[in-house]
């Protein structure tokens, strides 16, 4: 087997500038190059992020001040979805825990135990992230909370086109090459079928023994050059459209993503520090491309400051996301809807991945079955959580009517019934989101278990109510202590 001495990275963007930068720390002894054309743009709309984001920028020497200095950044504590349910519906997606759990029992299941005896409080009343989020409160997490209560995390809104020139500067700093040129053919091995060199349009050649495809959609090298198919998620998830807009700001910006319902799809709503992002995520067989545009447009509370970007995607992810010398990174590999920030959240484990399973003395099938297993099942449950978004609505609306009557994969329902038949919150390796990000939907869409755990029965009634009490009391006094959102953007 013929060892890995050098990579190349075909295009650049938050994918390819996110893997050149990280592989680049990690591994200095490789030589690495870009291949970007800076005539060709980036999707560049991906302005909201989970709090893995922070690790991934501080593995790069960067701390969360610098990030947000140099994008516009602004805190987020999670999403809050208006509409979703039924009309009046609203409900936050928080970054953090709900209550204390006790006797290795989890704590929803005591919130479940004294809703039946006529609890009044929701379960967002036990989560510092929701009521700090609601307040328009922030201050950084405690470093060595003194209870469970005090547990939450954050993520950042980020000027997406800054942050990928701020990696581009990261990388550059650590020897990554770049070529600025478009790619005109991938050229195969006829000996082997790996992928041998990229030939460019002006007429030069780029050899590498290790190929990433970060070429969006098109998917250049995987998908068009080694021929690796597309599964086509349409079936479970309809939206096939997004437009994206941005506009000016005269309000203070709140320390969540909104996400707002609409006959068929929804809006969402990122606060910057410079601006506003906005977008409406669609399905085109239940509403047209100008009432959509349309729509958005009269949402907007702003000028404009950039056309209106169009984007076509199909939900789906590759059949394998490595084949041969190739790995496929962000949308190259597949693409969900843009709630709950996936994609970005997605190159970050694919890079994570990638060089645990990097192939330094050669590509050998055990490594690549198994980053491919992994991903799989990692994009799966991503399906399954977005899914999970759409199925349980109240609404009337032909386009949420229509996700009720989908037929469900085989692991959502499974999910879903161990659920609803006695309070299990399954967590698996590899997933993205936890146990405590599940909970927060199914109680968004008032999707509660047919039981609590009857091991609680034997805490006294009026205990469990004062211990509850006591919670809420103490998230109330901490949120009050706690400054505005924008005093913390104000001291950066």
Not at 43 to 70: C, S, W
Request: hydrophobic share 40%; with cysteine.
């Amino acid at each position: 087997m013929q060892s890995i001495t050098s990579i190349v990275i075909a295009g650049g963007g938050t994918a390819g500038w996110m893997t050149a930068a990280s592989f680049a720390k990690h591994f200095p002894h490789l030589s690495i190059c870009v291949v970007e054309s800076s005539e060709i743009g980036s999707i560049g709309v991906g302005e909201a992020t989970i709090p893995t984001i922070r690790h991934f920028n501080r593995a790069l020497g960067l701390t969360d001040e610098q990030v947000m200095k140099y994008t516009g950044a602004t805190c987020k504590l999670g999403i809050q979805f208006n509409g979703w349910y039924d009309e009046q519906s609203s409900f936050i997606h928080p970054f953090g825990t709900y209550g204390e759990p006790l006797n290795g029992i989890a704590f929803h299941h005591y919130w479940l135990k004294n809703r039946s005896l006529g609890e009044p409080h929701s379960l967002e009343s036990y989560s510092v992230a929701v009521q700090l989020a609601k307040h328009g409160k922030f201050a950084l997490p405690p470093t060595n909370p003194n209870s469970s209560l005090a547990v939450f995390d954050w993520a950042l809104h980020l000027d997406a086109s800054l942050y990928a020139k701020l990696l581009k500067d990261v990388a550059i700093k650590a020897g990554v090459k770049i070529i600025d040129a478009k790619i005109e053919s991938v050229r195969l091995s006829e000996e082997s079928g790996d992928i041998a060199e990229l030939v460019l349009c002006d007429g030069n050649k780029v050899e590498g023994d290790f190929f990433i495809d970060c070429t969006g959609f098109s998917s250049l090298l995987l998908g068009k050059a080694l021929k690796v198919e597309y599964r086509d998620w349409s079936k479970w998830l309809l939206c096939d459209r997004a437009i994206a807009v941005q506009s000016q700001t005269n309000v203070t910006p709140n320390p969540y993503t909104e996400a707002n319902a609409k006959n068929a799809g929804w809006q969402w709503r990122i606060p910057l520090q410079h601006r506003q992002g906005n977008g409406q995520v669609y399905s085109s067989h239940h509403v047209s491309d100008e009432e959509a545009l349309s729509t958005l447009l009269s949402d907007i509370n702003g000028e404009p400051t950039s056309e209106p970007k169009n984007i076509k995607f199909r939900p789906g992810c590759r059949t394998h996301f490595w084949v041969k010398n190739c790995v496929a990174m962000g949308l190259a590999a597949g693409f969900f809807e843009p709630i709950e920030s996936t994609n970005i959240a997605l190159i970050e484990t694919a890079i994570e991945r990638l060089k645990l399973f990097f192939p330094h003395k050669g590509i050998s099938s055990s490594l690549v079955d198994e980053f491919n297993a992994r991903t799989v099942k990692e994009y799966e449950s991503v399906r399954d959580f977005v899914l999970l978004h759409y199925v349980l609505n109240n609404k009337k609306e032909p386009f949420w009517r229509d996700y009720r009557h989908i037929e469900l994969p085989d692991s959502l329902m499974h999910r879903m019934s161990l659920y609803q038949t006695n309070g299990i919150l399954v967590r698996q390796r590899h997933e993205i989101f936890q146990p405590n990000s599940w909970l927060a939907i199914y109680d968004g869409f008032n999707c509660y278990p047919n039981t609590y755990d009857p091991c609680i029965d034997k805490i006294d009634n009026q205990y469990l109510c004062q211990g509850l009490a006591q919670m809420r009391e103490g998230i109330a006094k901490a949120v009050s202590a706690t400054p505005l959102h924008q005093h913390f953007l104000n001291r950066l």
